[in-house]
């Protein structure tokens, strides 16, 4: 007792508590543990206490009382070697075990004896030797529960002590008794009853508070063995269902457990169903347990799953409430939604760590994302999950993401709403993919697909609009970057989105002015259009409302000051157009708010716009081409923004006068001076104001401005103002836009210009232009073209004007127009090396040095474009005026009909002169405004009505004639197909020399495009009338020529010109119509406008859904059918109907008609107005697109291609030479490669689509594909041997190229359906592959023909056939060794031969290459040997091994 006593006086360090005990305490306590006496009746329970104490103190440990840890002077291993023994040598055993426990809870009944058994026991210090204890060694609990006969015992001491502490919490030294109980238990080395155990710790879960419940769930797969695991997993997913509280604890056990796959994917079933009554807390642990338990089978099915049920847009406010609450957000709220934030935050993390070390769920996210076909069913996760797989590029997802947002993206699944309410909701969480998200949108910019790029702009858009400023310096920078890189499409993108950016935040723009500023050192690679708009967002910068970005003014104005000065043409037009931008933002007008009168601009800064316009105007007065670009730019600046009225007085003043001054001259003066031709007064439509009216003096200013050049050229340049004709258009221009800005649209002032004469010369001189000399001819080309674009400027002045005066007199002013160009096309026709004076100023001018060589080419290609001729033409009617150009080559299968060789003849016998195209002089003409346009809207005049009706009385109304329909409908297809088709469209290749196919659409280009179909659509009504007048046109004509096109009364040039008003009309039609924007969102409104248009037509007018609409619009086009006066109208005609079948919800159901309405046409006999049959490239171009549509919409096109190759050609063999099918017209000798190519690349199309095989498919899907690829084989077979009558080179290349696709689809496709039906249909599969075998073989022989030629054109496609023709062979006798017929298959040597079959005799002395061709034959004998004699006869082998002779002429394709 006295060693007890001096031992309880040391000071322990209780671990874990951080408790110290003082001499003193411990000097109480001693007292009252030795003074006190045990009550009599707790004898028995003294007696089993000392038996506890006593076989401790033998073992080793000596227990302590109050806060004293318990001593130990052995390992804890000894001392549970000397318990046990201790134990079982008693004699009293197992008697003696009960009262050792019974020892054990009277000891630990006092709390503080409790706590201590609970804690680590301390190494026993004795005198000299401190190393015989470990320094840590386990708490005496935990010591007797590894002693096997003790544990049971033990453990229901423990847990029976666990609810007494269950509602104490953690005590004042932060120890939860509860919890360190349970880490009693925690990795045992053994556990003698798991399965009592688990039991009972379920049985505390059920009654314990919730803090004890997660401590005992989460302990679980420390405390029980893997035989429990499965058990107690179906007892914690029960649990699971019934208290959300513990989804996280449960979750992390369950993660823990050793489970069965079953058992996994019950319990993952289980928590999925629960994941919407989840926390939001709690999710992340949920998520992450979904995605940590799948396997590979599931991996999909749980994704899909998942990405179902969890709505991360319920994990935040509606923008509405997210308002309210900002105005008064407490604390609490603010907390609330960062916990939000920071939830989403770990989901994604959860996710993000699943696809970084799973590669199966990366897949299952991908394919997941992908296989929704519904816009409204994407969701924010998609995007986020879509940015995770980016930033972790896991197992390569990065290319991944990209190519499924790029699918989602064109095809509109997933839009612009969706990403903006993902950046909006989860900006925070967005943030950081910063890096990925920024990737993206530059990967999308730079797509050559136009639909995806403005997806991207919208992620740069948003990313700059809601991240930090360092996010916004990023932005800003890779979209300078694009800028820079000179890519058309891209370029326009990042400065469109500058610019907005710029318009929106003005003041942060403001701190990264500098980057954007460093553009200006780029602009070499720059188009006009995009220079315009970088000084437009500059100058906003700089000079804006605010002047935020002021620090770059004075570099501005440097810039601009050296561009003006240089003598390079190229960086005058760059200084001129930002001037004009510069004057744009400081002269602009600001309205000024809360009723506040407007002030006027300041004197300084309206000082400072004089200076720089002064300045502009000095720098281009020496220069005709600066002063015009100067003219356009101020009267597009004039046109597009609102400047402040002293600016625009001041503008206005001086161009009033100037014109006045430099251009025009009154009607009583005579006109003087020496002139390469008289001078005359033409096309006065004023006649009754002849003495005092004014004419525009035309012809003095070239002759004098020639006269300028040439001293120019003699002398050194002098800086005084030149007037030259160059600006006349420019300048009347910008005449006309200030007064109507002064006039609010108004015209009176200067309405006398429609009208008004114009001093030339006579045009009769022009039959003349063979007598003139080159110098006097390039006067009167000159002289037309300033002529003409007068005429263009003035129509494009007053074609709104509503008056029927005017209106004629604009109608008139289009006749001069037709009518001058067919006097052009003479004139330059004889006038070779011209160059026109340039109509386009802000493009380069090395476009029209070159043009001198380009010229005579498109001069010579005239007649091979078919190019319409005409007689010579008569000045008062409209009918002889020409088309202005030919139809666009954008679609040149879509082009007018070629002119034959016989008809040039005739036209060159009867000495008519013809006249160059003008197609390739577009550039040189003034650009038509959108307005002109609705001149359309006027009816047409054609001959008949003149016929029928006095032509004073048609005078009346003012109507369109067929040329100028023609003129206005060839401006307005180049305006929609430059507009509305696809950026990738127009861009060139890498090496051409950028010919700028803006050139001529300077105008046009700052309208969008949305803008340009909201005109054509209200242009409808319109182009339907001038539709239903042809068609009704030509229903007339073949209603009075008894059903032919050229009946004796046909006048020729009427027909052509009508037929190309015809092909006009659709033409436009199916551009309009093909816009992408049409399939936005936003649009939808527009395209059923566009489509009721139609509709109405057929049916009047009535509230219709858009399957309606697409109905009715179809049926009224499918009218014109009838009516077609060519191949290639009847084609656009045949791919407007594809266009607007496509605007439903169902194309499929219009494809019958279409492909009836196709093969109609295939099988009419096409015929010019002249009486000759149709041909030629264009015809055949025509041809083949026709065709593919036929077999693209028929409802069997393997049918479709047998009944041609099988029925129609064969009538093609029997008919004359000259002569065509009789069925189908259409075929003929000439065409035959049309048809062929089209047949073969369809078939190899067609069975790239059969379904591929599998093994688990029914007898009946077996049958029905392979009766399919029987068809297939068969049509393929006549396809191949057509090449022994038709051996042309092009046929040889279509059948080469094409036979080696099929042959690869039949390996990939039809090899596997053999393999499955070998057994079932084992003569069906012998058949085909007989028929198969012959196809192949003609190949072979076409290989060696090619060889033998030595066609490199043909031998090209020799090395990858011959590769897959011995692959057929090794596939072949694959088959039937899995079908167990491997004694099928024999090998024989095939000669080479010739196309004919005659065997290549230089070859002979070699064994040729190998075949295919096997046939599985029956495995009756003699069976096998009849077929092995027909080979023989027939010298074919059946199959080639590895020592098969190679012929040596393809040693060098397939030698191994």
Known sequence: MMRKKRRSCVETVVEGANTTTTTNSTTKAKKSRTTGRPPKESVSDDTN??????????????????????EIAVDQVVFQKRIEQQLRKNPNYPGIIQEFITGLESHIEDPENFKNCLLPCVPQLTDGDGSSVSSFQESLLRMLLGIEILQTSTINTLLEKLPEFMLDGAGDAGISVPRIIINQLKWLDRVVDSKELAAKLMELVSVAPVDVQRDIITSLPEILEDSQHNDIAREL???????????????DALSSLNLSSSLLTEVRGAVMTTLAAVQLEDLPVVVKFILHSVSVLDAYEVVNNLRKKLELEQCVLPPALQLSQSRTRSDGAAAAASTAGSSVALILDGIKSAVRFQKTISEAWLKAIDSVDESENHKVIDLLVLFILHSTNANQSRRGAE????????????????????????????????????????????????????????????????????????????????????????????????????????????????????????????????????????????????????????DMHIVIRKQLSSMVPKYKRIGIIGAVMIVGSMGAFQPKVKEV?????????????????????SSSDSSPEAAALYYDELANLILSSTLDPQVQENIAKSVLDDFQDDFVVDLGKEITGSFPFPARLMYNLDEEESQEGIAINLLPLLAKDIQNNREQLSQTKRANKRVSPLCLSPFFRLLRLCEEKQHHGDLEEIDALLGCPLVITGLDVVEKINSLSKAEREFLCNLLFFTINWFREVINAFCRLKETEMKMKVMTRLQNITYLQTLLERALAGTSGYVPPVANFDGETSDAATFASTAPVNKAKKDGTGKKKRKAPSKSSSENSSLLEEPTEANETQQEQPEKEKEKEKEKEKETWQGVSLVSYRQFFRELDMEVLSVLQCGLLSRSLLDSELQTKVQEEVLLGPAELVFLLEDMLRKVEFSLTSAPVKRAPFFKTRTDKSVGFSHLQQRSAKDIAACCVELLPALCSHLENCHNHFQTLLSENNGVVDGPATDVQEQQLMSSCYQLLLQVLNTTFSWSGFSLPGQRGLLKKALGVLAERLKGHSELTLEQLVKHSFEYLLNFGSTMPSLSTALCLSQLLSTVSEKGGNPAAYREQTASLAKRFLSQDWVTASGEKERGNKFNEALHTLLRIYLDNVDDVLKAVEEIAGERIPELLNAPKNESSPTWPTLNRQTFLVFYKVMMAELEKAVRKIPASNISDNAEAQSEKLLTWNLAVRDFHVLVNLVKVFDSRPVLNVCLKYGRLFLESFLKLGMPLLDYSFKRHKEDVQSLLKTFQLSTRQLHHMCGYSKIHQDT????????????????????????????????????????????????????????????????????????????????????????????????EDITDDSE
């Open 1353 to 1448: 054109s043909l031998t090209n496609h020799v090395p990858a056939l011959k590769k897959s023709l011995e692959l057929f062979v090794y596939r072949v006798k694959a088959t039937l060794t899995l079908n167990n017929c491997q004694e099928a298959f024999w090998i024989g040597n095939l000669k080479n031969r010739n196309l004919k079959g005659e065997e290549i005799l230089s070859q002979r002395s070699q064994g040729s290459d190998e075949e295919e061709g096997e046939e599985e034959r029956s495995l009756l004998p003699q069976e096998k040997s009849e077929d092995e004699g027909q080979e023989s006869d027939s010298e074919e082998p059946k199959m080639i091994n590895g020592e098969g002779n190679v012929a040596e």
């Open 49 to 70: 206490q000392s038996v506890f104490t006593k076989f401790l103190r033998e073992a080793g440990v000596t227990v302590k009382r109050g806060a004293t840890s318990n």
């Open 597 to 617: 009168k407007d002030q006027p601009l300041p004197q300084e800064t309206f000082r400072q716009v004089t200076a720089l316009l002064e300045l502009v105007r």
């Open 403 to 554: 190519r499924v947002l790029k699918s989602k993206v064109r095809t509109g699944l997933i839009q612009e709403a969706l990403l903006q309410k993902t950046f909006r909701d989860h900006s925070q969480v967005m943030r950081g993919y910063f890096p990925s998200i920024l990737a993206v949108a530059q990967c999308l910019l730079r797509s050559p697909d136009p639909c995806v790029v403005p997806f991207g702009g919208h992620m740069y858009q948003l990313s700059f609009i809601e991240f930090d400023s360092y996010c916004q310096q990023e932005v800003v920078g890779s979209l300078v970057t694009h800028v820079c890189s000179g890519v058309g499409g891209e370029v326009d993108m990042a400065l469109e989105l500058l610019c907005g950016l710029v318009t929106e935040k003005p003041s942060e723009m403001a701190l990264y002015a500098v980057f954007v500023k460093g553009i200006l050192d780029y602009m070499d690679n720059l188009t006009p259009q995009q220079i315009r708009r970088l000084f437009h967002l500059l100058s906003r910068l700089a000079f804006g409302q605010q002047q935020q970005g002021a620090h770059i003014q004075d």
């Open 237 to 251: 997913n029960s649990l699971l269902q019934t208290n959300t509280q513990l989804t996280v604890p449960i979750l």
